[in-house]
């Protein structure tokens, strides 16, 4: 074995793979753990190299937590942008707690997160329960004979959507016209 060659080897892949990353990091803005699963697939796929999986694992650290120290990456501030971005777009704080969970956030920036929500914000659920309605347009939009007929449905529309039974009935037994009014201030 020729430990020359052995090390060329190795700063050609951890060379592959910051590039991999940073060309990554030039479209998205990935947490760490995106990032991680991503140049994994990359070097089982496109390099295919003899290393074995835990050689390529503790590189792929390496390379995440350099671009960690540089401040490229943040766990704390994806969380925060992911979880605003998420409450736009009419997500209960649940299911705004299990998207992040699932994108491989720590516990204590998602906890983080949810409190800044909770503390800029008059009932972040019954808001987003009530974007929900619009952009599905159910509930108090659905027309006064309808309303009945589907209002099993639009509870498990809601429920899947992470609300409360108590929030989603509050929200499902709004006139159409107070609706109308809450809408516009939000």
């Given at each position: 074995m ?6 060329s080897d ?14 990554y ?12 699963v991503?140049?994994?697939k990359?070097?089982l ?18 390379i ?6 540089n ?5 704390e ?9 998420f ?12 998207s992040l ?34 952009r ?26 992470g609300?409360?039974f108590?929030l989603?009935?509050?929200?499902l ?7 109308q009014?809450?809408?516009?201030i939000?």
């Amino acid at each position: 074995m020729n430990p020359t060659a052995n090390k060329s080897d190795f700063e050609d892949l951890t060379t592959n793979l910051r590039d991999l990353a940073y060309s990554y990091l030039e479209r998205y803005s990935p947490s760490k753990q995106q990032l991680k699963v991503h140049l994994l697939k990359k070097y089982l796929t496109k390099i295919k190299g003899t290393k074995s999986k835990k050689e390529v694992t503790a590189i792929i650290d390496e390379i995440i937590s350099g671009l960690e120290k540089n401040k490229i990456i943040d766990d704390e501030l994806y969380s925060d942008s992911k979880a605003r971005m998420f409450l736009r777009r009419g997500y209960s704080l649940n299911k705004i707690n299990q998207s992040l969970r699932n994108k491989g956030i720590d516990n204590q920036y998602i906890k983080q997160s949810i409190d800044k929500i909770k503390e800029d914000e008059i009932e972040p659920d019954f808001v987003s329960a009530l974007k929900l309605c619009k952009r599905r347009r159910i509930g108090p939009l659905r027309p006064g004979v309808n309303r009945e007929l589907f209002y099993k449905k639009d509870m498990g529309i809601l429920a899947r959507g992470g609300f409360s039974f108590e929030l989603s009935k509050r929200v499902l037994d709004l006139e159409t016209v107070e609706f109308q009014k809450l809408i516009k201030i939000i």
